[in-house]
C-alpha cells in the first residue's frame, strides 16, 4: 500500500499570507496526486487534479506542484473562506489519502 | 448538475450489517467509475471501495474486504455497499462520489453529502 504522509497536520495563518502544505509518498507515483479542500460538516471538494492542474471555477490563488514522491500545494494569499482541512489523494495504486491538514486564521 | 444523494445509514449493532445506496442524477451514470469514502468522527478520510462503469470491475480496501460488497445498478443510477460484519469502527459518514472515468478510481470530482453509520451495542 502506498502511504501519504502530510505536512503540517496544522497551520495558522494570516488572511493574505502564502500557504504551503507538503505530500510525500511513500513511492513514485509520478503526478497521480490530487488535492481536497474540506469545510466543516462538509463534502470534499476536488482543488488540484494529476498534481498541478486546477480544477474548473477553483479560483487561481490555489496551486499543486510536484511528481514521484514530494508534492506541493500552495494557497498564494490566504482569504478568510480557505478555512478547512486539505487532503492529498495518490491513485497510482489503490486510492489513498493523505492524514490532512487543518488550516486556521491567525 | 450532478447530484449524489446517499440514504440508508444509522445505527447498527456490532457484527449486523446495513446497506447504502447512492442515487445518481444529472450524468450518464453507467459512464463513470463511482466509488465510497469513509471519514470517522473527526478524523481524514479513509477510500474503501470502487467499482467501474459497467460494474464489472471492483475494489477494496483491506480494512474491508470480505465484509464489505460494492455494487450498481445501471437501470436505476444508483450505488450500493453492502456491509456486513460491521464492527465499532466502521463508525464514520460514508461518502459516495463520482469519478471522472469510466474505469479508475483517481478523480473524485462530485462527491454526496454523506450517510452516518455507527456501529454500537
Known amino acids: 500500500d502506498i502511504q501519504m504522509t502530510q505536512s503540517p497536520s496544522s497551520l495558522s495563518a494570516s488572511v493574505g499570507d502564502r500557504v504551503t502544505i507538503t505530500c510525500q509518498a511513500s513511492?513514485?507515483?509520478?503526478?497521480?496526486l490530487n488535492w481536497y479542500q474540506q469545510k466543516p460538516g462538509k463534502a470534499p471538494k476536488l482543488l488540484i487534479y494529476d498534481a498541478s492542474y486546477l480544477e474548473a471555477g477553483v479560483p487561481s490563488r490555489f496551486s499543486g506542484s510536484g511528481s514521484g514522491t514530494d508534492f506541493t500545494f500552495t494557497i498564494s494569499s490566504l482569504q478568510p473562506e480557505d478555512i478547512a482541512t486539505y487532503y492529498c489523494?495518490?491513485?497510482?495504486?489503490?486510492?489513498?489519502f493523505g492524514q490532512g491538514t487543518r488550516l486556521e486564521i491567525k | 448538475e450532478v447530484q449524489l444523494v446517499e440514504s440508508g445509514g444509522g445505527l447498527v449493532q456490532p457484527g449486523g450489517s446495513l446497506r447504502l445506496s447512492c442515487a445518481a442524477s444529472?450524468?450518464?451514470?453507467?459512464?463513470?467509475?463511482m466509488t465510497w469514502v469513509r471519514q470517522a468522527p473527526g478524523k481524514g478520510l479513509e477510500w474503501v471501495s470502487g467499482?467501474?462503469?459497467?460494474?464489472?470491475?471492483?475494489n477494496y480496501a483491506d480494512s474491508v474486504k470480505g465484509r464489505f460488497t460494492i455494487s450498481r445498478d445501471n437501470s436505476k443510477n444508483t450505488l450500493y455497499l453492502q456491509m456486513n460484519s460491521l464492527r465499532a469502527e466502521d463508525t464514520a459518514v460514508y461518502y459516495c462520489?463520482?469519478?471522472?472515468?469510466?474505469?479508475?478510481?483517481?478523480?473524485?470530482?462530485?462527491w454526496g453529502q454523506g450517510a452516518l453509520v455507527t456501529v454500537s451495542s
Open positions: 444529472g450524468f450518464t451514470f453507467s459512464s463513470y467509475a
Open positions: 513511492q513514485d507515483i509520478s503526478n497521480f
Open positions: 462520489a463520482k469519478d471522472r472515468v469510466i474505469l479508475a478510481n483517481a478523480w473524485f470530482e462530485s
Open positions: 489523494q495518490q491513485y497510482d495504486n489503490l486510492p489513498s
Open positions: 467499482i467501474s462503469g459497467s460494474g464489472d470491475s471492483t
